[in-house]
């Protein structure tokens, strides 16, 4: 462990160095559309001929042309002129990019309110929730809906792709659920549904795995589907339930089938469903070991235990956390 803390400290020391180092000498203009890319090359190199024709004194070295007060005009113009158009492209590109985070930024706002903002207070079941998108916007998507008077469904997604792309795909699934569910309780039915509509309306690139559990809140019995999706888990009582693959994830083929499976979550147990941002942010060999060995323990401080696993130097994706308990 000291050597652990130790290292850490000294990384956390090296790491501002070492972004100054790479932003030194990053190719700022690689960002920018083409034309305005070549326009800032060119005043780049403008300014570059003007100093060299000012140490040379020369504009057309080894010729000693012209003399006088006209070649430090001449230079003074031409460092202008180079300056002028970088400048002006930099200053373009800069009021481009701070247009791009507004809208980023109106974006999660927007993002944000699909999310239940206040879940649901299920009978005899306590619910929590963890949310922390990669960039301005993510591509995982959690909900939880009360379909009947004793059926609650939770639904977990997780798009491919990061930013505003799987935001998009993720607030279309979040429609579909929201509309479909209202209409079927059955998660095959579902599944189905929002398959057939991403495969022939998105992308063949985008996908998503998701899982959707249906539960009765009388019996603790679980109805789910699960599309690729990282297996939730049922535990509490000794011993972990993996609710394992039940089809592939939504979207790669319109004819994919789906099937429905049961568990059950006893007096005491606990369903945790998560998206692989979690397991992916966890330091080890053995993430999945580690993740497991954070369910053994008193449930009032899972969730806690849980965050804690979270690395933020190995964060590379949005991770959701969805915890539902059932009370003794």
Known sequence: MPFHLQQSLVGNSVEPFHRAFRYAFYDWTREMPRSKRLIAW???????????????RSLIW????????????????????????????LTSEFVRKTQLES????????????????????????VESFYSPFR????????????????????VADVSGKGMPAALLAANIQALVRTLAIATRDPVELATHI?????????????????????????G???????GHNAPIIFGSGQLTLLEATGLPLGLFVDTKYEARSALVRRGEALLLFTDGLTD????????????????????????????????????DDVTILLVKRKQ
């Open 136 to 155: 301005n916007v993510g591509g995982d998507y959690f909900d939880v809906m009360e379909v009947s008077d004793n059926r609650t469904l939770f639904a």
């Open 103 to 126: 809208d980023q930024i109106a974006a999660r706002q927007i993002q944000q309110t699909l999310y239940p903002q206040r879940l649901e207070e299920l009978h005899g079941y306590e």
């Open 42 to 56: 060119a005043g780049i190199l403008i300014q570059g001929y003007a100093i060299y024709a000012g140490m040379s």
């Open 281 to 316: 942010s966890i330091f080890g060999k053995d993430p999945e070991r580690r993740l497991r060995d954070a369910l053994v323990g008193t449930s009032q401080k899972t969730m806690a235990r849980l965050q804690s696993l979270i690395d933020s130097r190995l964060n590379q």
């Open 221 to 227: 019995q679980l109805a789910y589907v699960n599309a």
């Open 62 to 89: 080894p010729l000693m042309w012209p003399k006088g007060p006209f070649l430090y005009v001449t230079v003074l113009l031409l460092y202008v002129l180079g300056s002028a158009l970088l400048n002006g492209m």
């Open 195 to 219: 398959n057939q509509h991403l495969s022939q309306y998105t992308p063949s690139d985008r996908f998503a795995t998701a899982v959707f559990v249906l539960l009765n809140q009388d019996s």
